[in-house]
């Protein structure tokens, strides 16, 4: 069975996937075992970085720089009013270096009013 090249990959659908792998492994591990652990958000990391860096050069590094600065920021600031775990920084700053700037801060608006809508 022949394999896709990484460089004709969609990114848009590379980042989706990484971003469901992430996602979907740190809410079963939370839901199980109430943590969420420091390898998957080391590996979200490194994919997010990683694959910016390789399909955009510098202008993606900072795409996903800037994403990452923006969730650890925000969360680091709910994280200080002690509205989230540790463990939720960590995961939204590795999100956030997957999707980018606006791509987490769509992620961040949606789970709030999921998260609303839930209560």
């Known amino acids: 069975m022949p ?3 990484l460089h004709l990959v969609p990114p848009a659908l590379l980042y989706r996937v990484l971003l469901l792998l992430v996602a979907v492994v ?5 839901w199980r075992y109430r943590r969420i652990p420091n390898w998957l958000v080391l590996l979200g ?3 997010g970085f990683s694959c910016h860096c390789l ?3 510098v202008a993606g590094l900072v795409f996903a720089a800037k994403g990452f ?3 650890a920021a925000i969360y680091m600031a709910l994280h200080l009013l002690h509205a989230m775990g540790a463990g939720d920084v ?3 700053a590795a999100l956030g270096s997957i ?3 606006l791509g987490w801060f769509v ?7 999921v998260e609303l809508w839930l209560r």
């Open 3 to 5: 394999t896709t090249p």
């Open 26 to 30: 740190a809410g079963i591990y939370d």
């Open 45 to 47: 990391l490194i994919a």
């Open 55 to 57: 399909l955009g050069g």
């Open 69 to 71: 600065g923006l969730a």
């Open 90 to 92: 960590k995961l939204m």
């Open 99 to 101: 999707l980018g700037p």
């Open 107 to 113: 992620l961040f608006v949606a789970t709030a009013i």
